[in-house]
């Protein structure tokens, strides 16, 4: 059998997924469960799950991988400055690791000061995705776990865009990866039920199919993700920093990395007679970035559904049919992408029920991102105010523990999740950041990381830093945001 070391040399993005034996994210029956969902290899789009569906089964233990022990990934981000190697960082970041009796848990490990090497060249050390083996606020000890230790530099360009002919907008932006425009975009976003984890480990096995050449007519997959649902639900961001994960997971194997995002609505808009043209370009463009075998190339195609539209259109009369050209046009560049190896297609869509365009039939994986529960709810107001409090906009609350605020599982843990509003154990600002929580029901994520900002717009004094005026403000913010905006 092999040890977890051998199976991360063999694959270098299954090392970062930490896949136990008998993997339950293989399960299609354990993955419909809960919300959002996703269905593989399944031709109709996912559906939301109805709010009569029973309740999902309570996750699988965890199960360590070989010799008793967990994969976890340490991510180790390099300062701008460093001109150090990257595997010269992983294997110092390994070799302390190795001398430090330390338990894992999601956050940053401070770096030895004695350790000149990593204090000259390391910015940050981050342990990542233990919560998906231990739960609970358990944590692993040293002795439980094998680190799989991922060095990265973030690339400081901005987007390289292109305009078109005659100044006309850019049909793609394009992103070297790992970039420092979407460091910590991942972290940011809030799912229930392990969609971020389900994701990598798809792209995950995607790669090692294409990478060990499995026969396609034996075995069938692709690369194509699409992502639908509501706006405003996250979707573009958890396209960009899926690909921005990938890029540091799977470095060892593919060094080079871009995201290429095509601006769909450019490429159906007045120019059309420009539009083939664009396209051919764009693709020109990408097809030579997956000659070359060390890169990996995300193509994200945001609301995918105008190319339904626009395909619509155009067979009804309505529309110039070069617009049908168009859209074939990119339909039949994409089929040919899908043969390479080192390409991921990413499409986001807005439309929740059925959608009508073909290449969404073409998608593997395909996840609802559904509007934030409660739980999700609490936890974005949650790190929006401890960002004021970080910066001094408001203070922090009595009781307090520094800048952090309880999490909603952490109160769960202690009270029933209705008691909590009756309870002397949940403290009074935890209460209040509930009731905005709840105040917020229907509310996209987009619209709620911006009400900590209308709420204290709305203070009458807006220096005045107390904590519970703010979050008085912030319920109220709520409730008007959503009778005037209902999402
Ligand atoms: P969509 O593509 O679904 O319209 P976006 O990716 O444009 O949504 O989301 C806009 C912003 O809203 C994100 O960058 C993020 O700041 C915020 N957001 C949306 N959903 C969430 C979430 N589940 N957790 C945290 N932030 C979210």
């Known amino acids: 059998m092999s040890t977890p070391m051998e199976i991360a040399e063999q694959n270098p993005m299954l090392d970062a997924t930490i896949h136990p034996p008998h993997d339950a994210s293989m399960d299609l029956s354990h993955q419909i469960s809960t919300q959002p969902t996703i269905i593989a290899e399944q031709l109709n789009v996912a559906e939301p799950l109805a709010a009569t569906d029973p309740p999902p089964p309570p996750p699988p233990a965890p199960t360590p991988l070989h010799d008793n022990k967990f994969l976890v990934s340490v991510e180790v981000c390099l300062k701008p400055s460093s001109t150090a190697r990257l595997e010269d960082v992983q294997r110092a970041v390994e070799r302390m690791l190795e001398n430090r009796s330390m338990s894992y848990v999601d956050g940053l490990v401070l770096i030895p000061p004695h350790d000149l090497f990593l204090v000259e060249n390391v910015q940050r050390i981050c342990i990542c995705d233990t919560e998906e083996w231990v739960k609970n606020n358990d944590v692993l000890l040293f002795w439980q776990v094998k680190p799989v230790v991922h060095a990265f530099q973030l690339t400081e360009e901005g987007p390289c865009e292109e305009l078109g002919p ?195 039939d073409r998608a593997d994986i395909k996840a609802y991102v559904g509007p934030p529960t409660l739980h999700v709810r609490y936890e974005i107001l949650r790190s929006c105010v401890e960002e004021l409090i970080s910066k001094g906009i408001i203070s922090s609350f009595q009781g307090c523990d520094g800048l952090s605020i309880p999490s909603f599982s952490s109160l769960k843990e202690k009270v029933n999740a209705n008691e909590l509003h009756d309870t002397d154990t949940v403290p009074l600002f935890c209460k209040q950041l509930i009731e905005a929580a709840e105040s917020c029901e229907g509310l996209s994520g987009r619209s709620l990381r911006k009400l900590p900002f209308l709420a204290h717009a709305a203070l009458a004094d807006p220096h005045s830093r107390d904590a519970s005026n703010f979050l008085c403000a912030m319920i109220e913010t709520a409730k008007r945001e959503k009778s005037e905006h209902p999402e």
């Open 166 to 360: 005659d100044g006309q907008p850019s049909s793609f932006n394009e992103w070297i990866l790992p970039a420092k425009e979407f460091d910590g975009l991942w972290e940011s976003l809030i799912y229930e039920s392990g969609l971020k984890q389900r994701l990598l480990r798809y792209a995950a096995s995607a790669l090692l199919f294409t990478q060990k050449g499995v026969n396609p007519n034996l075995v069938s997959w692709n690369r194509i993700v699409l992502l639908h649902g509501p706006p405003g639900t996250g979707k573009t961001s958890l396209c960009k920093a899926l690909a921005q994960k990938l890029s540091i997971r799977c470095n060892s194997r593919y060094p080079h990395c871009q995201l290429i995002e095509v601006n769909a609505h450019s490429l159906f808009s007045k120019w059309f007679s420009e539009s083939g043209k664009l396209v051919a370009k764009l693709f020109q463009k990408i097809q030579e970035m997956v000659e070359e075998d060390n890169n990996l190339v995300f193509v994200l195609i945001d609301e995918v559904e105008s190319l339904a539209a626009a395909r619509k259109a155009a067979l009804s009369g309505s529309e110039p049919s070069d617009s049908i050209r168009v859209v074939n046009a990119l339909l039949t560049q994409m089929d040919k992408l899908k043969s390479a190896p080192n390409v991921i297609i990413l499409t986001t869509s807005n439309i929740t029920t059925a959608i009508d365009v073909a290449f969404v």
